[in-house]
């Protein structure tokens, strides 16, 4: 069985710029969480969505959204694209809103220059 | 709020020596524990969890991890390390029966030696 997807893998804008990433869940698992992972630290809860609602949001500011669609697969998108927000974005699926398990994908690296 | 604390930023040990990663951890409420690991350039696969029950846990490659509520703590240990274990580890903690919020530590860089 394929694992969390996630695309592109890598990808370089410039700042002002907007950006979406994408994120294909294990299939049956019905929760998609976004975290970004900065360069030498931990991830840091972005949001969760499940049933293809908004359960959860991080501290971060409101150029960040993201959305689940009806086959469960997840966009995450960025506006205003600051240098602050190089990283690395990652998409974990779950079975349920609380089993605590998240299945990891590779996730997609953002260079903002 | 909930925070985690990895004490140690880098760990170097020598093949096949014992090794423990610690994990502190802030929570007003009860929790679930985790440990994963990332290999360069990949995501996060999880190593072990704590929900409930035995306060010893056992997950893959050899490694477990003891749930300690009265010191808040949840360290890591393998009785003998390869090479092929050099990663960064993170602890993470939730809400017991919440949602998929984890708060995940500074991390651990593992450095396994010959």
């Known amino acids: 069985d394929a694992g969390v997807t996630q695309s592109p893998t890598h990808l370089i804008k410039t700042r002002g710029q907007q950006v979406t990433l994408r994120c294909s869940p294990i299939?049956?698992?019905?929760?998609v969480s976004w975290y970004q992972q900065v360069l030498g630290q931990g991830p840091q809860f972005i949001f969760q969505?499940?049933?293809?609602?908004?359960?959860g949001r991080g501290n971060f500011p409101d150029r960040f959204s993201a959305r689940q669609f009806p086959n469960y697969s997840s966009e995450l998108n960025v506006n205003a694209l600051l240098l602050g927000d190089s990283a690395l974005y990652l998409c974990?699926?779950?079975?349920?809103?609380?089993?605590?398990?998240?299945?990891f994908g590779e996730g997609s690296r953002l260079t903002v220059l | 709020a909930q925070s985690v604390t990895q004490l140690d930023s880098q760990v170097p040990v020598f093949e096949e020596a014992p090794v423990e990663l610690r994990c502190n951890y802030s929570?007003?409420?009860?929790?679930?524990l985790f440990w994963y690991v990332q290999y360069p350039n990949q995501g996060l696969q999880l190593l072990l969890k704590?929900?409930?029950?035995?306060?010893l846990v056992k997950g893959i490659n050899g490694f477990e991890a003891e749930f300690n509520k009265s010191q808040t703590s949840f360290h890591l240990r393998k009785p003998s390390v390869h090479i092929s274990d050099t990663a960064e580890y993170f602890c993470?903690?939730?809400?017991?029966?919440?949602?998929?919020?984890?708060?995940f530590g500074a991390g651990t860089r593992l450095a396994v030696h010959p």
């Open positions: 974990a699926s779950s079975l349920s809103r609380a089993t605590g398990e998240l299945f």
């Open positions: 299939s049956g698992h019905k929760s």
């Open positions: 969505y499940y049933e293809k609602e908004e359960r």
């Open positions: 929570s007003s409420v009860s929790v679930y």
């Open positions: 704590y929900l409930s029950g035995s306060t």
């Open positions: 993470a903690v939730s809400d017991a029966g919440g949602y998929n919020k984890l708060i």
